[in-house]
């Protein structure tokens, strides 16, 4: 377990450390603005420059915007995930802190598109192991718990607000460029994480009751268990069928892990759900 925390701890540190040379040695220079909450204090801190001649820094601004957030996670979320959140804020500001501003290339495009590789490396590593980025990542695992929406709705609409400041502050080519970066970071998550809001898990183990009672100490889901048999081995066995988020993913492997290493399990898209999905605050029966 020590080596398990230890190196999602590590994980985190290093997806924080790719996001600060994302925006320092690429994006912040360029005007070119990175998604979610780091975009959001990236764009404010340039108007408080620009506008008003009051030097605020990225990364104090990404960890003021946060501290609410970090709130809200605590409660709502879980320590946990909060805390690796807590980890992922505090290290990127301090890299952020840390690292120079420099331009490595004066090629705009080359900004935006090697600035959103690198960011979407960060966050995408630190989502496979089940930590969070902080920011947006809290509001939508909020989001996803209680009510059932699509996520990417409101990172479009904060990512919306970004691209439009970019564009009416600055020239409308930043807008473009930073669409351009946005898109190349979700598309980077998406290759390393999933691109799915929700995904459907089915397993095959002998161990059922245990594992249906492990994953409900950790997550509000909704479980369907039906006798499965060997084809091969004319074992006798269960198959726990169940739709989680992407956000949980992690969680449920670790859990499968623990419980029934032997266990088989099948992740597929779901592209849609017609009737009851589970949320937080619903009963479990």
């Known amino acids: ?39 959001a204090a990236q764009i404010t801190s340039s ?16 960890l003021l915007f946060n501290i609410p957030v970090f709130i809200l996670g605590w409660f709502k979320v879980g320590k946990g995930f909060t805390i690796y959140s807590i980890v992922s804020v505090v290290f990127t500001t301090i890299f952020l802190e840390i690292l120079p501003v420099i331009s490595v290339s004066e090629d705009i495009i080359l900004n935006a598109v090697v600035g959103g590789v690198i960011a979407g490396i960060g966050v995408g590593i630190s989502l496979k192991l089940g930590a969070s980025t902080g920011g947006m990542d809290i509001v939508a695992m909020v989001l996803s718990r209680l009510q059932d929406k699509p996520i990417g709705t409101y990172f479009l609409i904060l990512n919306g607000v ?42 095959i183990t002998r161990k059922a009751d245990e594992l249906q009672q492990a994953i409900h100490q950790k997550m509000v889901r909704g479980i369907t268990i039906l006798p499965a048999k060997g084809a091969y081995s004319k074992e006798d066995r269960n198959m726990l069928f169940l739709v989680i988020t992407r956000y949980e993913l ?26 009851f999905f589970r ?4 009963n479990i029966a």
Do not use: W
């Open 279 to 282: 949320r937080e605050g619903d």
């Open 250 to 275: 992690y969680d449920l492997e670790t859990i499968i892990k623990e419980v029934d290493p032997n266990a088989f399990t099948n992740i597929v898209q779901t592209v849609g759900i017609f009737g």
């Open 162 to 203: 970004i691209i439009v400041a970019a564009g009416v502050l600055y020239e409308p080519e930043n807008a473009l460029y930073t669409m351009l970066a946005l898109y190349v970071t979700t598309a980077v998550i998406d290759t390393i994480h999933t691109r799915h809001e929700k995904v459907t898990a089915m397993i």
């Open 1 to 39: 377990m020590f080596f398990i925390e230890s190196k999602r701890i590590a994980v985190v540190i290093f997806g924080s450390l790719l996001l600060a040379i994302s925006l320092n040695f690429f994006l912040i220079n360029a005007n070119v603005y990175a998604s979610g909450f780091a975009g």
């Open 47 to 62: 108007v408080f420059e620009d506008y008003l001649n009051i030097k605020l820094s990225t990364g104090i601004l990404l």
